[in-house]
């Protein structure tokens, strides 16, 4: 039991799951004061010591699942088959022990020496026969298995390493034996027939247990390719499944940023000694300053405007952003959206009427107040900005635009963008093209450069977690 | 303390909490190997009333410290009771003069005043907070700290301690050992991730939303009056309800919420208009009201599929009840 929790435990490491030594000693102790004979609490117990992370749960269950009960069951399963089939299905087989037995005590000499596999066939001694092939397999080197075709060479490996002919042998010339010691034909064919049986059915489950250890390295193969993956992957190519995931993602992103600010700003707050306070609070120690206050330096929050591309292009990569920034919004003082193609127009009262998701959708479809089916061009639209919504900005602004500067061929009307530039707090581009075709083609993000404070790559979710840290600082 | 799993169910089934074997697991575990647990769950799952029914079903005093954001050791463990030592070194003033009587050097007077530290640095002069009470009392206690994850990271500093060896170090006086262990509940809503250090010392429950079954015996215990009908309906209106892309997802205490709003209306069963104007009890955004509204001829459908299964007896109070129901949310 001891091994075979340990080996759990190694198990739900290399999955993910973070499992501490202390955590197992827990463990143990807890298999102490429980019985280990109810499934459920068993589980419970295992996993109220060793699962700390909600997220970690579902992998829990499934690794106990095919760990815990999957192998013996399936043994239980095949060796059942194998005693109901023997014999046309009429065997007794609590009968046919028994004249074994007594058969065994008649012949002449010693008992013949069988091995422990033999011994555990014979007796139908599941937890053992477990056991034996848990060693088997581990001598084998089952646990290095890593794809489908490898299931029958490994299964032919751990059948030799535990010795599973010699068993068959001992166990024929045990019938032998017997039929010379006189026992009836019937039976001893039965017993022939159901060592072979036996045979068979160990056989199939030495091959569960290789395509079952198969299994646990693919899940957790798996799971940590997906996590990873998302994070990494382009918002270019998404499908909607992953779409619907990565909305988890962002929003847990978003979260983990919101924490680390408002540690920040904590650390932030210091300023001057607060003289009123400090008296006041002190009255208590007769005016004696045993506590110090200081005045909290009040930092603002900044004030954002987002000048969002919603060309088809890069619609993916905008439904990102906007999402993050909107998990976001209490970061800021006020968030003015608008977004362009060719027009430019407000999207912030969509924002406010819709819940977020929804808002975004719409938002991308051009939320009722601009064409979305002409081409882009930023030129236009940031005219239309400069020249229609410029008193959204003042010198606390951030203005963040997502884009991919691919302006077709018009007049970048990089002028507009300087003007915005001279009057905002800053101004931050995020584009879903790498820095090394910018300027290339119909490419006008070179003629902007100039005008932007902070200007980033931003395709997937890492580089984007990373921009929003330093946006909202 | 606890005998079994079954005996858990049992005594808290007496404190009317219905729980499942999972989180009866995990209180008996909590109970004999002296550990504390980590509650994680959605809001009004009832992480909190977890707590205090094993205080009642244990028969231990409930000492709360409520988490939140700046909250500090002087408000969780200990504080120094400045005013009343200075005030006292005032009336002892004459006292302390006797002391130094004898002295010759002021190194000689430095030392004697040094001598009666113990006095100024003692437990008279310490006001205790739940931590420290909770250490100290006499009685054993349940601590309970409720949503730790509002605290910040550094306050879970100063819970390992009190949390691995029932602790409490004064740097002044010593350290507190626990007079009895107490049972240990933290609970939180995820807002944030709770650190390795923290999450290794305690158990860990997770409690999610109960399946109709639990949730049916959990409403029918807690609120007596509802009948069997009305019960189920309404049990299928809420899992339908969990399906759906929430802001906020109702849990059981909205589920107790409404069948109380609803036996306040004298309904026996659920009909559209009803729960159409009975919504906000259970919804708490704009956004979601208006999703369920939408979504509202589906989850009236499918109860009428039920129903259609299986005739009902027609409901005598309910057309009486009508009128009311205006009036009482109007």
């Known amino acids: 039991m001891q091994q075979k929790l340990i080996d759990f435990t190694n198990l739900l490491r290399k999955s993910g799951v973070r499992v501490s030594v202390a955590e197992t000693l827990d463990a143990f102790a807890a298999l102490d004061e429980v019985s280990i004979g109810d499934r459920e609490v068993f589980k419970d117990a295992l996993r109220t010591t060793m699962v700390k992370r909600g997220d970690d749960i579902a992998a829990f269950e499934h690794l106990f699942d095919l760990y815990w009960s999957a192998f013996y069951d399936g043994l239980r399963?095949?060796?059942?088959?194998?005693?109901?089939?023997?014999?046309?299905?009429?065997?007794?087989?609590?009968?046919?022990?028994?004249?074994?037995?007594?058969?065994?005590?008649?012949?002449?000499?010693?008992?013949?020496?069988?091995?422990?596999?033999?011994?555990?066939?014979?007796?139908?001694?599941?937890?053992?026969?477990?056991?034996?092939?848990?060693?088997?397999?581990?001598?084998?080197?089952?646990?290095?298995?890593?794809?489908?075709?490898?299931?029958?060479?490994?299964?032919?490996?751990?059948?030799?390493?535990?010795?599973?002919?010699?068993?068959?042998?001992?166990?024929?010339?045990?019938?032998?034996?017997?039929?010379?010691?006189?026992?009836?034909?019937?039976?001893?064919?039965?017993?022939?027939?159901?060592?072979?049986?036996?045979?068979?059915?160990?056989?199939?489950?030495?091959?569960?247990?290789?395509?079952?250890?198969?299994?646990?390295?693919?899940?957790?193969?798996?799971?940590?390719?997906?996590?990873?993956?998302?994070?990494?992957?382009?918002?270019?190519?998404?499908?909607?499944?992953?779409?619907?995931?990565?909305?988890?993602?962002?929003?847990?992103?978003?979260?983990?940023?919101?924490?680390?600010?408002?540690?920040?700003?904590?650390?932030?707050?210091?300023?001057?000694?607060?003289?009123?306070?400090?008296?006041?609070?002190?009255?208590?120690?007769?005016?004696?300053?045993?506590?110090?206050?200081?005045?909290?330096?009040?930092?603002?929050?900044?004030?954002?405007?987002?000048?969002?591309?919603?060309?088809?292009?890069?619609?993916?990569?905008?439904?990102?952003?906007?999402?993050?920034?909107?998990?976001?919004?209490?970061?800021?003082?006020?968030?003015?959206?608008?977004?362009?193609?060719?027009?430019?127009?407000?999207?912030?009262?969509?924002?406010?009427?819709?819940?977020?998701?929804?808002?975004?959708?719409?938002?991308?479809?051009?939320?009722?107040?601009?064409?979305?089916?002409?081409?882009?061009?930023?030129?236009?639209?940031?005219?239309?900005?400069?020249?229609?919504?410029?008193?959204?900005?003042?010198?606390?602004?951030?203005?963040?635009?997502?884009?991919?500067?691919?302006?077709?061929?018009?007049?970048?009307?990089?002028?507009?963008?300087?003007?915005?530039?001279?009057?905002?707090?800053?101004?931050?581009?995020?584009?879903?093209?790498?820095?090394?075709?910018?300027?290339?083609?119909?490419?006008?993000?070179?003629?902007?450069?100039?005008?932007?404070?902070?200007?980033?790559?931003?395709?997937?979710?890492?580089?984007?977690?990373?921009?929003?840290?330093?946006?909202?600082? | 303390m606890f005998a079994s799993v079954e005996d858990v169910q049992e005594r808290l089934g007496k404190q009317s909490y219905i729980c499942d074997k999972n989180i009866a697991t995990v209180v008996f575990l909590a109970s004999r190997l002296e550990k504390p647990v980590l509650v994680e769950g959605p809001a009004g799952v009832g992480k909190t009333e977890l707590a205090k029914v094993v205080a009642a079903a244990t028969g231990r005093n409930l000492i709360r410290l409520q988490c939140y954001e700046g909250l500090d050791e002087a408000k969780a463990l200990y504080e120094w009771e400045y005013s009343k030592q200075l005030l006292y070194t005032q009336i002892l003033k004459e006292k302390l003069s006797e002391v130094m009587a004898g002295a010759t050097t002021l190194r000689d007077a430095a030392d004697r005043v040094a001598s009666e530290d113990s006095v100024f640095f003692s437990s008279r002069f310490i006001v205790p907070r739940p931590l420290l009470r909770s250490i100290t009392s006499d009685e054993p206690t349940l601590l309970l700290i409720d949503e730790v994850d509002k605290s910040d990271p550094e306050f879970e500093a100063f819970l390992l301690e009190v949390l691995s060896d029932f602790q409490v170090s004064v740097p002044e006086i010593g350290t507190f050992d626990a007079k009895n262990k107490p049972i240990v509940f933290l609970t939180s809503n995820d807002a944030r991730e709770m650190s390795d250090a923290l999450k290794r010392r305690c158990l860990h429950l997770y409690i999610d939303f109960p399946n109709a079954e639990l949730e049916q015996r959990i409403l029918e215990t807690k609120v007596p009056g509802v009948g069997q009908r009305l019960a189920e309906e309404l049990i299928g209106v809420m899992q339908r309800l969990r399906k759906l892309d929430l802001k906020k997802t109702p849990s059981i205490s909205e589920t107790l919420d409404w069948a109380r709003a609803l036996l306040a209306l004298n309904a026996t069963s659920l009909d559209e208009g009803l729960v159409r104007d009975t919504l906000n009890v259970i919804l708490k955004y704009e956004g979601d009201i208006k999703k369920a509204h939408a979504e509202l001829g589906r989850l009236i459908a499918r109860k009428a599929e039920d129903e259609a299964a299986k005739p009902a007896a027609a409901p005598g109070a309910a057309p009486a009840a009508a009128p009311a129901k205006k009036g009482a949310l109007h």
């Open chain 1, 77 to 473: 399963d095949a060796f059942d088959k194998a005693a109901e089939g023997a014999g046309g299905g009429k065997l007794d087989l609590e009968a046919l022990m028994r004249q074994i037995q007594e058969g065994l005590e008649k012949l002449p000499g010693a008992a013949p020496d069988l091995s422990e596999l033999a011994k555990a066939l014979l007796t139908q001694d599941l937890s053992k026969l477990e056991q034996l092939i848990r060693e088997a397999a581990q001598q084998a080197g089952v646990g290095r298995i890593e794809n489908m075709l490898q299931v029958g060479f490994f299964t032919r490996r751990t059948m030799e390493q535990m010795d599973a002919e010699g068993a068959g042998r001992q166990l024929r010339d045990l019938a032998r034996q017997l039929r010379d010691a006189g026992m009836p034909d019937a039976q001893v064919d039965a017993l022939m027939e159901l060592v072979e049986r036996y045979l068979d059915a160990l056989r199939q489950s030495v091959r569960q247990f290789t395509e079952r250890e198969l299994q646990q390295r693919n899940y957790d193969y798996m799971e940590k390719f997906r996590r990873e993956s998302l994070l990494e992957k382009s918002f270019y190519n998404l499908t909607e499944d992953e779409i619907r995931m990565m909305r988890e993602v962002v929003t847990r992103l978003a979260h983990r940023i919101k924490n680390i600010l408002s540690i920040r700003k904590r650390r932030l707050r210091k300023g001057k000694l607060d003289l009123h306070t400090m008296l006041r609070r002190n009255m208590a120690h007769g005016g004696v300053p045993f506590e110090v206050i200081y005045k909290h330096r009040k930092k603002d929050r900044p004030k954002l405007v987002i000048l969002c591309d919603v060309s088809s292009s890069v619609a993916n990569v905008s439904r990102f952003m906007l999402q993050f920034v909107y998990q976001l919004q209490e970061c800021f003082n006020k968030i003015r959206s608008y977004v362009f193609v060719s027009e430019l127009g407000e999207v912030t009262q969509l924002f406010k009427d819709l819940e977020v998701s929804q808002a975004i959708d719409k938002a991308l479809d051009g939320g009722d107040v601009i064409n979305v089916y002409t081409r882009s061009n930023f030129g236009h639209a940031f005219h239309d900005f400069w020249r229609n919504h410029l008193a959204a900005i003042d010198n606390k602004t951030t203005v963040l635009v997502l884009g991919d500067a691919r302006n077709n061929y018009n007049d970048p009307r990089a002028w507009c963008l300087r003007e915005v530039h001279n009057k905002a707090k800053n101004v931050v581009w995020l584009n879903p093209e790498s820095p090394s075709a910018w300027g290339f083609g119909d490419s006008v993000m070179d003629k902007y450069r100039p005008y932007v404070d902070v200007a980033e790559e931003c395709r997937n979710l890492r580089q984007l977690s990373r921009i929003v840290d330093k946006l909202v600082l």
